[in-house]
């Protein structure tokens, strides 16, 4: 297994240096992260929020990457006629001749770095690594944070976060349930969850439950 993650370090390592210097070849003033920007963006029209949410990054990173991007002419920006508040960011001319010098460089890489494997391999290789997508993407989810009762039954989990009341918090804590707790899912009603925590049991009805907060503990 080390082996494995030796090797998946090794290639993202490499892959992310040539990406580097083929880049940097043609349009020196652009990161690697403002490459991705606007990769993102292609060729739609989108609000602040949009970008924001596809690029998985906050409103306030967004809107800084989006200004360097415009002080640069890669983007531009315009307001909706229907709301003045809302503002849509768009590629320039000069933003879409970088689109295409990022996407000319992802298929030559590919080109490259397949050319020794015959179909045969390739067709396993894609095989293979759409099981490892998979299971990185059902990884992913089970790391972001959910209430505990979207989990599935018989699950260990660390509590991230307790909202609610200061009486319900009041209760969590004398129940021994705080940030960083661990917990496992038992049972699931309709509207209860049971819940195990050290060597006790609690039964907590949906919309107490609601109000904790956890990863899956590994």
Same mark, same amino acid.
């Given at each position: +297994?080390?082996?494995?993650?030796? +090797?998946? %370090?090794?290639?993202?390592?490499? $892959?992310?240096?040539? !990406?580097? #210097? %083929?880049?940097?070849?043609?349009?020196?003033?652009? /990161?690697?992260?403002?490459?991705? /920007?606007?990769?993102?963006?292609? !060729?739609?029209?989108?609000? +602040?929020?949009?970008?924001?949410?596809?690029?998985? @990054?906050?409103?306030? /990173?967004? &809107?800084?990457?989006?200004?360097?991007?415009?002080?640069?002419?890669?983007?531009?920006?315009?307001?909706?006629?229907?709301?003045?508040?809302?503002?849509?960011?768009?590629?320039?001319?000069?933003?879409?001749?970088?689109?295409? =010098?990022?996407?000319?460089?992802?298929?030559? @890489? @590919?080109? #490259?770095?397949?050319?020794?494997? =015959?179909?045969?391999?390739?067709?396993?290789?894609?095989?293979? $690594? %759409?099981?490892?997508?998979?299971?990185?993407?059902? /990884?992913? =989810?089970?790391?972001?944070?959910?209430?505990?009762?979207?989990?599935?039954?018989?699950?260990?989990?660390?509590?991230?976060?307790?909202?609610?009341?200061?009486?319900?918090?009041?209760?969590?804590?004398? %129940?021994?349930?705080?940030?960083?707790? @661990?917990?496992?899912?038992?049972?699931?009603?309709?509207? &209860?969850?049971?819940?195990?925590?050290? !060597?006790? !049991?609690?039964?907590?009805?949906?919309?107490?439950?609601?109000?904790?907060?956890?990863?899956?503990? $590994?």
């Amino acid at each position: +297994m080390n082996d494995i993650n030796l +090797m998946i %370090e090794d290639f993202y390592k490499s $892959f992310h240096q040539i !990406e580097e #210097l %083929e880049l940097k070849r043609d349009i020196k003033c652009l /990161t690697l992260n403002e490459y991705h /920007t606007i990769n993102v963006l292609g !060729e739609r029209l989108l609000s +602040m929020n949009e970008l924001a949410d596809d690029l998985a @990054i906050t409103m306030g /990173t967004a &809107t800084v990457a989006i200004e360097n991007l415009v002080k640069k002419n890669f983007v531009k920006r315009e307001r909706s006629q229907e709301d003045r508040r809302k503002v849509f960011v768009s590629l320039t001319k000069k933003g879409f001749l970088a689109l295409e =010098n990022h996407r000319k460089f992802h298929k030559k @890489i @590919i080109n #490259l770095i397949t050319k020794d494997l =015959n179909l045969d391999e390739l067709e396993s290789f894609i095989g293979i $690594f %759409e099981k490892l997508h998979i299971n990185l993407s059902e /990884t992913l =989810n089970l790391s972001q944070s959910q209430k505990i009762y979207d989990f599935s039954e018989n699950i260990e989990l660390k509590i991230t976060d307790i909202l609610g009341s200061r009486g319900l918090k009041d209760f969590f804590f004398n %129940e021994n349930i705080r940030i960083g707790t @661990i917990v496992k899912t038992l049972k699931k009603g309709n509207n &209860t969850i049971l819940l195990a925590i050290s !060597e006790k !049991e609690i039964e907590l009805d949906k919309k107490d439950a609601d109000n904790l907060i956890a990863v899956q503990y $590994f």
